[in-house]
């Protein structure tokens, strides 16, 4: 007999030994479901979901881990679904469930915590390298007496693990992060009591909130149950995560992330124009590493971004006529990351374009930003007031440092949050939070600054990333029809991407906007 979730007694079910703060209304729902059917031998799991649900893959694997040995169906539902194949399916399901030992019904998982907010003692903590600010950020660790390492770069060993470990619905930076879990603790001289993992979480929407949990539950399938994740959370508490590191921890890594930034719009901004090829990457590697030793030893970044500034220009050759402008924003990891986004940036640049990139502290900033918006809403007054102390202290940082590039200060300053949100307000509401809002008032920042054309990037089926490519169509109405490219990665490298860059490149050369 089929019983419908809302005839459960869903609310009289503690969560707490379920999961660690579900911020999905359906996830809290679907999980106390799981936990009536784990303690029931009389009810069995129907999971019906949808093509490309976000918060559903996740919360399958949640419910499956609740649920372990016990059956269950999932039943994926699109526009293609046949009824005869459900159908077949549901009898098969049926059929199966007589057949079930009775000691699996007894069965009941371990809880999936994942949070770690305490601070970190003898253990290795293990950084993923989204981008080169990992580098940074071990850094700041070390000089607060935290032993940290950055994983390898993502690669098809990363992206098998991840593939091997995931059912193919996660968003791409899931499974890369798996992968890359993986890789980590099956390598040699890997030591589960002495390790640690980080991996920062959130309260929602967006699915990177869950990475955390979903990596405590892969951990713990791997053989490796007592090894911690430490995944503050990026609200008004985030700061408070790091106290037990000493005051210093958030304004040495604050420095390194702004740092790396200007590192890298300054590769941006000479290698498309260098003299000899490998010539500016080899200075940022070399200044990169300069940056991070000075962080290590709490020394100033100031006269080592004034030394950068000269090596770059040593190797930076004549322009040779003026190349279009291509701004790139979208998901933070992908546009971020290297091997997920195929080397877009270099792709961009051997098709003659040269690229402004959404830096990472924009992102930084932006959780500063909710967070003050959280505590006006909850009366967290003396939060408040420590927050917006914190938030003027790293812009008046990032400012001095930015002020190291008198020559590229049009390019290199950063509009505030205020103002990215002020640029997305007639698409999107601040107070829809996320991703999402600061893609689309970054592109307007860009098209003010006289970009050609504009590319979007996001994991296949994120859900910030879809809401984007819809918006976008009308931010090109309304700029004159600038050109724009929309792609989704999810490692199937696919060939079509290069024909429509090649083709997207030939738009934004006959578009050229004039420079302001």
């Given at each position: 007999?089929?019983?419908?979730?809302?005839?459960?007694?869903?609310?009289?079910?503690?969560?707490?030994?379920?999961?660690?703060?579900?911020?999905?209304?359906?996830?809290?729902?679907?999980?106390?479901?799981?936990?009536?059917?784990?303690?029931?031998?009389?009810?069995?799991?129907?999971?019906?979901?949808?093509?490309?649900?976000?918060?559903?893959?996740?919360?399958?694997?949640?419910?499956?881990?609740?649920?372990?040995?016990?059956?269950?169906?999932?039943?994926?539902?699109?526009?293609?679904?046949?009824?005869?194949?459900?159908?077949?399916?549901?009898?098969?399901?049926?059929?199966?469930?007589?057949?079930?030992?009775?000691?699996?019904?007894?069965?009941?998982?371990?809880?999936?915590?994942?949070?770690?907010?305490?601070?970190?003692?003898?253990?290795?903590?293990?950084?993923?390298?989204?981008?080169?600010?990992?580098?940074?950020?071990?850094?700041?660790?070390?000089?607060?007496?935290?032993?940290?390492?950055?994983?390898?770069?993502?690669?098809?060993?990363?992206?098998?693990?991840?593939?091997?470990?995931?059912?193919?619905?996660?968003?791409?930076?899931?499974?890369?992060?798996?992968?890359?879990?993986?890789?980590?603790?099956?390598s040699p001289g890997f030591t589960p009591d002495r390790a640690?993992?980080?991996?920062?979480?959130?309260?929602?929407?967006?699915?990177?909130?869950?990475?955390?949990?979903?990596?405590?539950?892969?951990?713990?399938?791997?053989?490796?149950?007592?090894?911690?994740?430490?995944?503050?959370?990026?609200?008004?508490?985030?700061?408070?995560?790091?106290?037990?590191?000493?005051?210093?921890?958030?304004?040495?890594?604050?420095?390194?992330?702004?740092?790396?930034?200007?590192?890298?719009?300054?590769?941006?901004?000479?290698?498309?124009?260098?003299?000899?090829?490998?010539?500016?990457?080899?200075?940022?590697?070399?200044?990169?590493?300069?940056?991070?030793?000075?962080?290590?030893?709490?020394?100033?970044?100031?006269?080592?971004?004034?030394?950068?500034?000269?090596?770059?220009?040593?190797?930076?050759?004549?322009?040779?006529?003026?190349?279009?402008?291509?701004?790139?924003?979208?998901?933070?990891?992908?546009?971020?990351?290297?091997?997920?986004?195929?080397?877009?940036?270099?792709?961009?640049?051997?098709?003659?374009?040269?690229?402004?990139?959404?830096?990472?502290?924009?992102?930084?900033?932006?959780?500063?930003?909710?967070?003050?918006?959280?505590?006006?809403?909850?009366?967290?007054?003396?939060?408040?007031?420590?927050?917006?102390?914190?938030?003027?202290?790293?812009?008046?940082?990032?400012?001095?440092?930015?002020?190291?590039?008198?020559?590229?200060?049009?390019?290199?300053?950063?509009?505030?949050?205020?103002?990215?949100?002020?640029?997305?307000?007639?698409?999107?509401?601040?107070?829809?939070?996320?991703?999402?809002?600061?893609?689309?008032?970054?592109?307007?920042?860009?098209?003010?600054?006289?970009?050609?054309?504009?590319?979007?990037?996001?994991?296949?089926?994120?859900?910030?990333?879809?809401?984007?490519?819809?918006?976008?169509?009308?931010?090109?109405?309304?700029?004159?029809?600038?050109?724009?490219?929309?792609?989704?990665?999810?490692?199937?490298?696919?060939?079509?991407?290069?024909?429509?860059?090649?083709?997207?490149?030939?738009?934004?050369?006959?578009?050229?906007?004039?420079r302001p």
């Amino acid at each position: 007999m089929p019983i419908p979730l809302d005839y459960l007694p869903l609310d009289e079910v503690d969560l707490r030994d379920v999961t660690d703060r579900p911020y999905w209304h359906y996830e809290r729902k679907l999980l106390a479901a799981s936990k009536l059917i784990a303690g029931c031998p009389q009810l069995f799991g129907l999971f019906l979901s949808n093509f490309g649900c976000g918060p559903d893959s996740f919360i399958a694997h949640f419910f499956k881990n609740k649920l372990q040995g016990e059956p269950y169906l999932v039943l994926e539902i699109d526009e293609h679904s046949a009824d005869t194949g459900i159908i077949t399916r549901l009898e098969a399901f049926l059929d199966s469930l007589p057949h079930a030992p009775q000691s699996q019904h007894l069965h009941a998982a371990a809880p999936a915590r994942a949070v770690m907010n305490s601070p970190l003692t003898k253990r290795t903590l293990y950084i993923p390298r989204m981008s080169d600010h990992a580098m940074a950020l071990v850094a700041a660790f070390a000089a607060c007496g935290v032993t940290a390492h950055v994983m390898p770069e993502s690669d098809e060993e990363t992206l098998a693990w991840g593939r091997k470990l995931t059912s193919g619905r996660e968003c791409y930076p899931c499974i890369l992060t798996t992968g890359d879990i993986a890789k980590t603790v099956k390598s040699p001289g890997f030591t589960p009591d002495r390790a640690a993992f980080f991996m920062p979480s959130g309260r929602g929407p967006c699915r990177f909130g869950q990475y955390h949990r979903f990596h405590r539950q892969v951990l713990r399938e791997l053989g490796y149950p007592d090894v911690p994740v430490f995944a503050p959370v990026q609200d008004e508490t985030f700061y408070e995560s790091f106290n037990g590191w000493g005051k210093q921890f958030s304004r040495l890594a604050w420095q390194g992330i702004v740092a790396v930034d200007l590192l890298i719009k300054l590769l941006l901004r000479t290698r498309p124009f260098e003299q000899y090829p490998g010539a500016a990457e080899a200075v940022y590697e070399e200044y990169l590493h300069k940056v991070c030793a000075a962080i290590a030893q709490r020394q100033a970044l100031d006269a080592v971004l004034r030394e950068s500034r000269k090596e770059f220009a040593a190797v930076a050759g004549k322009p040779e006529g003026i190349k279009p402008l291509v701004g790139i924003v979208g998901e933070i990891y992908i546009r971020a990351n290297r091997f997920s986004n195929e080397q877009l940036i270099k792709k961009v640049e051997n098709l003659g374009g040269v690229v402004m990139l959404a830096p990472i502290g924009e992102w930084i900033l932006y959780t500063n930003y909710t967070a003050q918006v959280l505590c006006r809403r909850h009366q967290k007054y003396y939060q408040l007031f420590k927050l917006m102390i914190k938030d003027t202290l790293q812009k008046r940082i990032e400012r001095r440092m930015e002020k190291v590039f008198p020559d590229h200060q049009d390019n290199f300053s950063e509009p505030s949050t205020q103002e990215i949100l002020r640029n997305a307000a007639p698409y999107l509401d601040p107070a829809f939070e996320g991703e999402a809002i600061l893609s689309i008032g970054k592109s307007i920042d860009y098209l003010k600054r006289g970009v050609d054309g504009i590319i979007t990037v996001m994991p296949f089926t994120c859900m910030p990333g879809t809401i984007v490519n819809a918006v976008m169509r009308r931010c090109r109405d309304d700029y004159q029809g600038f050109p724009v490219l929309n792609i989704a990665y999810d490692g199937q490298q696919e060939p079509s991407t290069g024909i429509r860059l090649e083709t997207f490149m030939h738009q934004v050369r006959t578009h050229k906007s004039p420079r302001p």
